[in-house]
């Protein structure tokens, strides 16, 4: 998943990259302009991923139908980052597609031990856009501003 955040040093986004309040066109240009031929979003949860805005975009344009040629929505799957594994780190969009016992849409990881697991974790992911998709939850307006992070306090 890409975020402005990870762009090389000295490089950044005005917060107007999609200058609009369509929410539906915002979905449609994530989509054209960032996503290309992709079908796995792959989130990276830090200590304060839950409260940036650009997060939730990209979340609820990954679960939307219709992106290239009108295809299924992408898979959705989560790599935790933080030492501590709290459910305060996670995005609200991301959290309400997650299930403990598997019938959710999305996936929770932990860091892989190599990259054959995390390939296994793609495939298993790509496999249930398939079989799951009547499980996603995206009803959610997007967010329209960062919010208070939940772990450290501060609005980033």
């Given at each position: 998943?890409?975020?402005?955040n ?14 609009s ?22 989130v ?12 939730d ?12 040629g ?87």
């Open positions: 998943m890409f975020t402005p990870m762009l090389a040093e000295g490089q950044r986004f005005s917060d107007d990259i999609i200058n309040t369509n929410p539906q066109y915002v979905m449609q240009q994530i989509r054209r302009r960032y996503f290309g031929h992709s079908t796995v979003t792959i990276l949860i830090g200590d304060c991923t839950h409260s940036r805005r650009y997060v975009w990209e979340i609820k344009a990954s679960l939307q139908r219709g992106g290239i009108g295809q299924l929505p992408h898979a959705l799957m989560a790599i935790n980052l933080c030492k501590a594994n709290s459910s305060k780190s996670l995005p609200s969009r991301l959290s309400s597609n997650l299930k403990d016992d598997g019938n959710g849409y999305g996936y929770f990881y932990r860091y892989p031990n190599n990259a054959q697991e995390l390939k296994g974790w793609i495939e298993d992911a790509f496999k249930k856009r398939t079989t799951h998709s009547g499980q996603i939850l995206n009803p959610n307006d997007m967010m329209k501003y960062n919010s208070r992070c939940n772990v450290c306090g501060v609005t980033h």
